[in-house]
């Protein structure tokens, strides 16, 4: 058992699919329950690396179902809670359980141990996916990362400091966010981990594309899916998306369509949180290919699967303003104001500039007219409070075009 644990380590280390075939081999070796139940820790690390978040989840609760309640064990079975809650909320169907167990952490105390860090980053997330403002998320990120212990040998680009680093992001602070993904790459490259490496790049690439950093945001997403290895999900939907927007805003709509080429998406990963993210990529696509219907399709279902999944912040993902503007070239003016009033609503609500500036600019775009117009400036002065470069970028083209 011993030698199987290890061979698992140093295959998850390397990208290796059979790190969990060994893991589980190991299981069936040991007798002693809270050795089983440390199995399943690491079992449910190496499958939460490979954004395989319910067999994940499933492994940190077979976990706690080794262990009785004592002294003892306590930081192994905090370590279990907060593996399970970081992947249950990533899935819509135990979403809501692991948000309810989250939020009986919510008056800890300031975090002393590394594992109270990721149940601090954890709660930043959570936080910082609602319509509320980012102050108390930008603070539990922040703590939660202080001192780099998130990434040390034992958490290194593990989900909460990804949740961490990723809850600064939907506070709009994407200079931070890009600043922390790029800290998690270079641990990555000292420790030789292949996946810490790849999810970090993945999500650095989301803060750079909307900074307007296309090219690198392009580069680190490429990255992210060279380093894939068989039967991991870490270059799946989210390495997709960003490839693709990329490659959009960079003029290459071909490649954004073979970045997107994925028959299997649906099946292999709708229901899963990153899938939102290939959704809005591909209706972004779609409408430039002049299937705006299909666009409009996969924005209500990105829509959808935010809802089950109780995202409300539109920083996360601006779908109902993107699909305000499909159902104006449809027709449905009526359907687009309700979708951006909604918008805006929320976007308020959440106190982003960047957020309010992209629903005034869908807005401005239906309205037209003096009033329209009126939105338009409004946007960019919204968005120019924001680090969201690139849709400012785009709101003062249509600003000029509607000056002209």
């Known amino acids: ?32 329950p809270e050795r089983r139940a440390a199995i399943c820790y690491e079992l449910g ?54 948000a309810a167990r989250l939020e009986r952490l919510r008056r ?38 202080e001192g780099g212990f998130l990434l040390s040998d034992n958490v290194a680009g593990g989900l909460g400091f990804i949740s961490a680093a990723t809850a600064l992001g939907y506070a709009e602070l994407l200079s931070e966010a890009a600043r922390a993904f790029s800290d998690a790459i270079d641990r990555a490259r000292e420790r030789g981990s292949v996946h810490d490496y790849a999810r970090a790049s993945v999500f650095r690439a989301f803060a750079n594309h909307r ?13 992210a899916m060279e380093h894939a290895v068989e039967g991991s999900e870490v270059a799946g939907p989210a390495a997709h998306a960003a490839l693709a927007q990329g ?58 699967l935010l ?19 499909a159902a104006l070239h449809l027709g449905d003016r009526d359907r687009a104001l309700e979708l951006v009033r909604d918008e805006e609503r929320l976007a308020r609500a959440s106190a982003r500039p960047g957020a309010l500036g992209t629903a005034h600019r869908a807005r401005g775009l239906i309205e037209g007219g003096d009033h329209g117009l009126a939105l338009l400036e409004r946007a960019t002065a919204e968005l120019g409070r924001s680090e969201a470069r690139l849709e400012r970028a785009r709101a003062l083209a ?7």
């Not at 075939?21 to 299981?27: C, P, S, V, W």
Request: proline share 5%.
């Open 1 to 32: 058992a011993i030698v199987l644990i290890e061979l698992g380590r140093a295959e998850a280390r390397v990208g290796r699919e059979s790190a969990t075939e060994h893991l589980e081999a190991a299981l069936d070796l040991v007798p002693d």
């Open 45 to 98: 690390q190496v499958l939460g690396a490979r954004g395989r978040f319910e067999h994940a989840s499933a492994a940190f609760e077979r976990g706690l179902g080794e262990l009785a309640p004592t002294a003892d064990n306590r930081e192994l079975r905090l370590e279990l809670e907060a593996g399970w809650i970081s992947t249950a909320r990533l899935v819509a169907t135990t979403r809501d359980a692991a």
């Open 108 to 145: 800890r105390p300031a975090p002393s141990t590394s594992i109270e860090r990721v149940l601090f980053g954890t709660l930043a997330f959570e936080l910082s996916v609602r319509a509320e403002p980012p102050a108390e998320s930008v603070h539990l990120a922040r703590r939660a990362l």
């Open 211 to 223: 900074l307007g950093r296309v090219q690198e945001a392009i580069a680190d997403a490429q990255s």
């Open 247 to 304: 490659l959009i805003d960079a003029g290459d709509l071909a490649g954004a369509e073979h970045a997107l080429d994925a028959p299997e998406a649906a099946t292999r990963w709708s229901g899963s949180a990153p899938y939102a993210y290939f959704l809005e990529a591909r209706a972004r696509l779609r409408e430039l290919r002049g299937d705006v219907p299909g666009a409009l399709d996969d924005l209500l279902e990105c829509g959808r």
């Open 307 to 325: 809802g089950l999944l109780r995202v409300t912040n539109p920083a996360v993902i601006a779908w109902r303003a993107h699909a305000g503007l």
């Open 398 to 404: 249509d600003l000029g075009s509607a000056l002209r």
